[in-house]
């Protein structure tokens, strides 16, 4: 479902007018088509072959258009992408070797795992996770995120932004609730990848943040952005706790809708902007297009985490099974995550609201001002389209939730 505004916005054409190649829905297809295999595979072989099929479409879609800066993005992303498979399959190959089997819901994986040294399965399990954090954009395999998405036509960057994503998060959960709550003896549990992901979130969510300060182009900022968002995706993984895991699960939901309207609306502003992307030639444009940059003003509130958006409801959440996981736990990394996660989403108000500032309290200047393109109607209400759920889940919470509960 989240795929059809990507074809739409894609039939119209990005930025700089251009259409995307036939080839382009093939491979789109084939990339969806190896997220629901990521999704159903219990098996390590399978969950591998199934990210490595999304990531060469990933790579093709990346650098299929005619344009050098393109061509350069797809070489970077296929380089990191290369790596982070390397150790992720030493990583399963070590989980092999510990229990004896690929099969991650065998009892055999659960008992292996328990009966050796916790140092020993967290290295194998991070390992694991990093074709996955590739995937997500997490710290330290995020470093293609930016070139990429710069690169990569909107459409394509706005599909990057949600379904790798979404995907890579519910495998980390099946992955690693592989191991038992309660440690036994001498072994591992699940307990102990709890300070470990907890570092790579905290990570994640500064480096993105504060990269994304400085940044001048608007797809480069929404590209830090995602490795921020990243880092809040995992705060309810690392609670390790029923609440954790649905309230992670509640914000993927929300976070399907909300970076593909951020790429989108952005893209139709700068339609109206000659093509360009640069942040301060959005200056003005709220008063031609009052509706658009409303809902840009939105979507840029729900990525905060700011009422009344939903992704307000999805940080409450997560950060709530956080601190309940510390009050039980006493871990000092769950408490830095959840102050300077905090502390975070307040500093990401200085680049989130850059673009809404602007469109609404700078004018245009005049020699910079080209001249005003139609808008593809389809595209305008699409995009419009995805933010009715931003506000709708925010006010009727139950509505997702109670989903997540029954699935």
Known sequence: MK??????????????????????????????????????????????????????????????????????????YLLFGAVSSAVM?????????????????????????????PAVVAVASLLTLAGLLFKLSGVPFHIWT?????AAP??????????????????????????????????????????P???????????????????????RLLAYS?????????????????????????????????????FFLIDLLAHQNGGSLTISQFAGLGASQPLLSVALTVVMLALTGLPPTVGFTAKLLSFSALYDAWQQSGNGWLLALFVLGLLNAIVSLAYYLKIPFLLFFRSRIAEHDPAVQPLPRVAVWLSLALVVPIILFFLKPDYLLQFISGW
């Open 154 to 195: 909107v459409p394509v960057a706005a599909f990057f932004s949600v379904g790798p994503k979404a995907a890579a998060l519910l495998v980390i959960m099946r992955v690693v609730t592989t191991l038992p709550m309660e440690p036994t003896e001498g072994g591992a549990s699940l307990l102990t990848l709890q300070t």
């Open 3 to 76: 795929t059809l505004p990507s074809v739409r916005v894609g039939e119209r054409g990005g930025e700089r007018s251009t259409r995307l190649p036939i080839e382009w829905y093939s491979l789109l297809v084939a990339t969806v088509l190896g997220l629901f295999l990521m999704t159903m595979s219990v098996n390590l072989l399978s969950i591998y072959l199934s990210i490595e099929l999304v990531s060469i479409c990933s790579y093709l879609l990346t650098a299929l258009t005619a344009d050098r800066s393109a061509s350069e993005g797809g070489i970077k």
């Open 146 to 150: 930016p070139d990429a998405y710069q």
């Open 89 to 117: 399959l030493y990583g399963m190959s070590l989980l092999y070797g510990i229990t004896g089997t690929l099969d991650i819901t065998a009892d055999a994986f659960g008992v292996g795992l328990t009966q050796n040294e």
């Open 226 to 262: 995602t490795i921020a968002q990243a880092g809040f995706l995992l705060v309810g993984v690392v609670a390790l706790s029923e609440t954790g895991f649905e309230a992670a699960t509640f914000y993927v939901g929300t976070y399907l809708f909300i970076p593909l309207a951020a």
């Open 197 to 219: 992901l907890a570092v790579l979130a905290l990570a994640g969510i500064t480096l993105g943040n504060l990269s994304a300060l400085w940044q001048t182009d608007a797809k």
